[in-house]
Structures are given as C-alpha cells and as structure tokens.
C-alpha cells in the first residue's frame, strides 16, 4: 500500500493556480519516473555541487575519464590533480601518514585497488587534502588525503 502526502498549503497553491484536484499529478515513490530521478539525483552524490560550490577538491568529469581512454587510473590521478601519489597500502595500524590514502567508491572505503577500476567505468573523481575534504569521508587523527571515486 501506497501513501501519498498532499499539504493544505499545496492544495490550497495548486487551486489559486488555476488548477482543479483532479488535475493534480502526484507519482508515487515506487513508479520507474520517480526511481529515475532519484538514481540521476544520488549518482553523482553531490559530485557535481561540489565540483562548482568547492575551492578545496580538485575533481575529474567524466569526459575527461572517458578521453583517457584504457591508461591505468593511477596514471591518470597522477597527471590530473595536483600532489596525488599512489603507494602500497600498509600494515593495519602501521599506516604511514606521510604517504596514506583513504579511497572512497560510491561513499564507502574500500583498499587502495586503483587500478583494478578503469577511468571509463567513473562518472567524477574528487580529491582532497584532509582538512578540506567533505566531513562525513574524514577519519579522526589522520592527515590522509581524501579520493572520491563514483562510478557511472
């Protein structure tokens, strides 16, 4: 069972528009129009409002992933943001933080496999410094960077 939700206010905004309630469209929140948007909405996780709202990140589009072409990714972090380095992951609890790297894909931290992710497969990459990256992808007491990777 579905339940849809009309405020007064909406009604009232929607009649002093000239519309009637039977002219009212709602869609539901299971119908493939409202799963569409939501899925263009949540695919790039606010990749693009940061990408035009931060100063911080340096960040890569899709079409400059796609004009990559099959180059490895690590390759094509290096040549395209500023400071990036790519080094073996470390022993847990011995990390390194001169040279460590939190990886995030699709908003959850996975190992360092950069390279096992073709630039093809990425819609946007975001990169930080610690301190200036989004709050939730921080960890406390390090000064690793930060890389966002979201697939297509």
């Known amino acids: 069972?579905?339940?849809?939700?009309?405020?007064?206010?909406?009604?009232?905004g929607a009649?002093?528009?000239?519309?009637?309630?039977?002219?009212?469209?709602?869609?539901?929140?299971?119908?493939?129009?409202?799963?569409?948007?939501?899925?263009?909405t949540t695919a790039d996780n606010g990749f693009e409002y940061r990408r035009l709202h931060s100063a911080a990140g340096q960040f890569i589009t899709r079409d400059a992933l796609l004009a990559a072409g099959d180059v490895p990714l690590?390759?094509?972090?290096?040549?395209?943001?500023?400071?990036?380095?790519?080094?073996?992951?470390?022993?847990?609890?011995?990390?390194?933080?001169?040279?460590?790297?939190?990886v995030f894909l699709n908003g959850l931290?996975?190992?360092?496999?950069?390279?096992?992710?073709?630039?093809?497969?990425?819609?946007g990459v975001e990169y930080y410094q610690a301190a200036s990256a989004p709050v939730v992808y921080r960890r406390p007491f390090t000064t690793c960077p930060i890389l966002l990777l979201w697939l297509r």
């Open 109 to 123: 931290r996975i190992l360092e496999l950069i390279d096992t992710i073709r630039p093809s497969e990425l819609s």
């Open 15 to 40: 009649t002093a528009c000239g519309l009637s309630r039977s002219r009212i469209d709602v869609t539901p929140a299971g119908s493939a129009a409202s799963s569409q948007a939501a899925s263009s």
């Open 74 to 102: 690590s390759i094509v972090l290096r040549s395209r943001l500023l400071g990036f380095t790519v080094s073996a992951p470390s022993a847990p609890g011995r990390e390194n933080q001169s040279r460590c790297l939190d």
């Open 1 to 12: 069972m579905r339940m849809v939700v009309i405020t007064m206010a909406a009604l009232i």
